[in-house]
């Protein structure tokens, strides 16, 4: 069937356009994000995550698999964030900063998690700064 030829034809030419097209993104933003499994983490990330696989602690830990080509990175946390430890936060900067990764990773002292915008906290800055780090940077 001819038709049915055709329409085959397009269905790998449209393959052949989407091998083309990278699924890394240029750029991340992360707020109060869970990062590490080893040290200091989000308890139900980790449940729900790794069924509590040891294994799964490294392997799931971003701050262990962070190179030079990571994407350009904007990452906050709040240090009275009840949830998620404001320390992943600090270890992900590590991690970028050891693989020479552009980023910016703020803590804010006060605004807990799951704030927003904060504009009621002392993180009232973290859109306005990760917007001008991406204008600045992409």
Same mark, same amino acid.
């Given at each position: 069937?001819?038709?049915?030829?055709?329409?085959?034809?397009?269905?790998?030419?449209?393959?052949?356009?989407?091998?083309?097209?990278?699924?890394?993104?240029?750029?991340?933003?992360?707020?109060?994000?869970?990062?590490?499994?080893?040290?200091?983490?989000?308890?139900?990330?980790?449940?729900?995550?790794?069924?509590?696989?040891?294994? =799964?602690? #490294?392997?799931?830990?971003?701050?262990? @698999?962070?190179?030079?080509?990571?994407?350009? $990175?904007? +990452?906050?946390?709040?240090?009275?964030?009840?949830?998620?430890?404001?320390?992943?936060?600090?270890?992900?900067?590590?991690?970028?900063?050891?693989?020479?990764?552009?980023? =910016?990773? #703020?803590?804010?002292?006060?605004?807990? @998690?799951?704030?927003?915008?904060?504009?009621? $906290?002392? +993180?009232?800055?973290?859109?306005?700064?990760?917007?001008?780090?991406?204008?600045?940077?992409?």
């Amino acid at each position: 069937d001819p038709e049915m030829s055709r329409g085959l034809g397009d269905v790998y030419k449209r393959q052949e356009q989407y091998r083309k097209i990278s699924a890394r993104p240029d750029a991340v933003g992360l707020l109060y994000p869970v990062i590490s499994f080893t040290s200091e983490y989000h308890e139900g990330s980790y449940i729900y995550n790794t069924n509590e696989k040891p294994g =799964l602690r #490294e392997k799931l830990s971003v701050e262990f @698999h962070i190179t030079s080509d990571y994407p350009m $990175t904007y +990452a906050y946390a709040n240090a009275d964030d009840g949830c998620v430890p404001a320390s992943n936060t600090m270890r992900l900067n590590e991690a970028l900063e050891k693989a020479g990764v552009k980023h =910016l990773c #703020e803590v804010y002292p006060t605004g807990d @998690h799951g704030i927003g915008l904060g504009y009621h $906290t002392s +993180a009232k800055m973290w859109s306005e700064n990760m917007l001008a780090f991406f204008d600045q940077n992409l």
